[in-house]
C-alpha cells in the first residue's frame, strides 16, 4: 500500500503521518523532499518548488522504496505552489508550464493507491513561525484544493479534516478499505472518498 499525503506548509502533514505509523507500524515514512534536498534554508521561490518537484517525482518512482510505505508529499503540491506563486503575482514558472507540470504529476500518482488531501481547517490550530508565509500557505491550499478536483483523475482521493484524533481515524479507515480502491481506481465516479468542498 503506498499513500501519499498533500497539503500546504504547517497544515498537519507531518502530525498526520506520526499518528498513523503509530498506529500502523507496517507503514514507513518517505520524508518530503524540503528535507532531503536540505531546502530548509532555501527562499520559497520557484526554482525551490520545482527542485523539490523534480525530487517527488523520483521517490514515487524509486523502485527501491518498497512495502507499505506513506509519502509526506506528492509531486501535485510543487504544481499547486507553483500556481500559489503566479497568483500572488510572484516570479514563477511561464504559464506554459503548468499543464506540462500537472500532466507529470498525474502520471506520478498512478504510482500510488492513496491520495490523502488535508485542507486548512480551523479545527487544528498549528502554531506558525514568525517567517512562515501566510499568503503563499492559504492560496497553494487553494491551488491544491482546485487541481485535485478538476485536474486529478489517477488515485481515490480523501479528504483528511477534522480534529487530531478524527485526522488518523479517517485515513486509516481509507486504509483498511483497501481491498476497494483498486477496483475504483480507473472509475472516478465510484471512489469511496473524494474532496468534499
Do not use: C
Amino acid at each position: 500500500m503506498r499513500i501519499a499525503i498533500s497539503g500546504t506548509h504547517a497544515s498537519g502533514k507531518s502530525t498526520l503521518v506520526g499518528d498513523f505509523l503509530d498506529v500502523h507500524r507496517n507503514f514507513t515514512a518517505v520524508p518530503e523532499p524540503y528535507e532531503l534536498l536540505d531546502e530548509a534554508t532555501a527562499a520559497p521561490d520557484a526554482s525551490s518548488f520545482l527542485r523539490q518537484f523534480n525530487a517527488s517525482l523520483e521517490l514515487f518512482a524509486d523502485r527501491s522504496i518498497t512495502g507499505d510505505v506513506i509519502f509526506e508529499r506528492s509531486p501535485l503540491d510543487f504544481v499547486a505552489y507553483l500556481a500559489a506563486l503566479a497568483a500572488l503575482d510572484r516570479p514563477t514558472l511561464p504559464r506554459q508550464r503548468f499543464a506540462e507540470l500537472t500532466e507529470r504529476a498525474d502520471a506520478a500518482l498512478r504510482q500510488i493507491d492513496l491520495l490523502a488531501v488535508i485542507p486548512l481547517d480551523r479545527h487544528l490550530e498549528l502554531h506558525l513561525d514568525e517567517e512562515e508565509d501566510e499568503n503563499l500557505r492559504r492560496q497553494m491550499d487553494v491551488e491544491l484544493l482546485d487541481l485535485v478536483e478538476h485536474a486529478t483523475h489517477a488515485v481515490p482521493v480523501v479528504e483528511i479534516a477534522g480534529p487530531r484524533p478524527a485526522r488518523q481515524q479517517e485515513l486509516s479507515r481509507a486504509y483498511l478499505s483497501r481491498p476497494n480502491l483498486e477496483a475504483t481506481r480507473t472509475a472516478p465516479d465510484q471512489w469511496p472518498f473524494h474532496v468534499k468542498r
